[in-house]
């Protein structure tokens, strides 16, 4: 039995349809469970629990009293936060959303401090950003959730588009987690054939503009929030790899220092997650195109890294 903890602390619907994932799965031996909604995360805690029973999984779930039960996580997952409704862009967040961040770092930073923290509430790198600024964690130890998302977004309207090759679809996608992200046609693939060989360039640049606005996209049919099924999906890949210290590589949101030609800014680049989380950082090489695109994507999560820097640090 593997002795694991992971405590996700904001437990609406990304939040709890992770704790469900992982419960089922049994790949760790506890999940704690802490939002501010004391009655609805009893009652995740308790529902999750017994779903854990029925899948006879040993995976333990239980609410916490309080942020001494975070003592001993091996992950700490943050999801708390608003998410956007329609009308609303994810930067409309920041300023909500960094003062929960800042709240509930510091127990964290005093209960946890050497867990891995899987950032998820958005706007995601701006999210990241405050998360390490706030607790002074070293730049490994706290990783972004989105990369995994939007390629499997793009692989989704990939399929879509081809019709065929479902389960065999790489794609890759780059970028701060937000209107312009940038994702990459060059390497993306259908069972190793490159979607250049396969698609137009007009049907590529349709499934870019498609993967750009995926999470949009879902948001306008919900009404009321986002997505959370595949944001889930992926910040469980995520939690096992680093759990069962696996050196996979994921797009995953990261402190780059030099990397790219940046420092001391958040954004989405392939990393290798193991168990002392963002283990390696790897540099692709863009053309002149992509490049311009993603030093886009970083200056758009520079401007709101400058509103944080001028309102909390
Ligand atoms: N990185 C990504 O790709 C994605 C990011 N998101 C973001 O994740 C966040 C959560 O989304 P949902 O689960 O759909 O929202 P939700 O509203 O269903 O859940 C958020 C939870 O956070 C809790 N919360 C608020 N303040 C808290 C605090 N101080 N301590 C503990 N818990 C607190 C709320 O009570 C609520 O249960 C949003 O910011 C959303 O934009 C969502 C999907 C994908
Ligand atoms: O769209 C949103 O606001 C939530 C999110 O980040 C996503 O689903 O990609």
Request: hydrophobic share 40%; charged share 20%; aromatic share 6%.
């Amino acid at each position: 039995m593997v002795n694991k903890k992971v405590s996700i602390i904001g437990v609406g619907n990304v939040g709890s349809t992770l704790a469900y994932a992982l419960a089922n799965k049994g790949i760790c031996s506890s999940i704690v469970l802490k939002d501010i909604r004391e009655n609805i995360v009893q009652a995740m805690a308790l529902d999750i629990s017994q779903s854990a029973n029925a899948a006879k999984s040993h995976t333990v779930v239980k609410a916490a009293k309080d942020g001494k039960d975070l003592e001993n996580s091996d992950v700490v997952v943050i999801t708390a936060g608003i998410p956007r409704k329609p009308g609303m862009s994810r930067d409309d967040l920041l300023l909500t959303n960094a003062k929960i961040m800042q709240s509930v770092i510091e127990d964290v930073k005093t209960y946890a401090s050497n867990a891995i923290v899987i950032v998820v509430s958005n706007p995601l790198d701006a999210m990241v950003y405050t998360a390490l600024k706030t607790s002074g964690f070293s730049s490994n130890q706290i990783v972004g959730m989105a990369g995994i998302l939007d390629s499997a977004r793009m692989s989704h309207f990939i399929l879509e588009k081809v019709g065929f090759g479902a389960g065999q679809i790489e794609s890759s996608v780059m970028g701060g987690h937000g209107d312009d992200m940038v994702p990459l046609p060059n390497y993306s693939t259908v069972a190793g054939v490159a979607i250049t060989e396969i698609l137009s360039k007009e049907e590529i640049t349709e499934i870019v503009e498609k993967t750009k606005n995926g999470g949009l996209q879902i948001v306008k049919l919900l009404e009321t929030g986002s997505a959370y099924y595949a944001p889930a999906h992926a910040t469980s890949l995520m939690v096992e790899a680093i759990l069962n210290n696996q050196k996979k590589i994921y797009p995953c949101s990261v402190y780059l220092n030099g990397e790219y030609g940046y420092k001391d800014i958040v954004t989405g680049v392939p990393v290798m997650l193991g168990s002392k989380g963002v283990e390696k950082i790897f540099e692709l090489e863009l053309n002149e195109m992509q490049k311009s695109l993603f030093d886009n994507s970083v200056k758009s999560v520079q401007t709101l890294v400058d509103v944080l820097e001028e309102k909390f640090f």
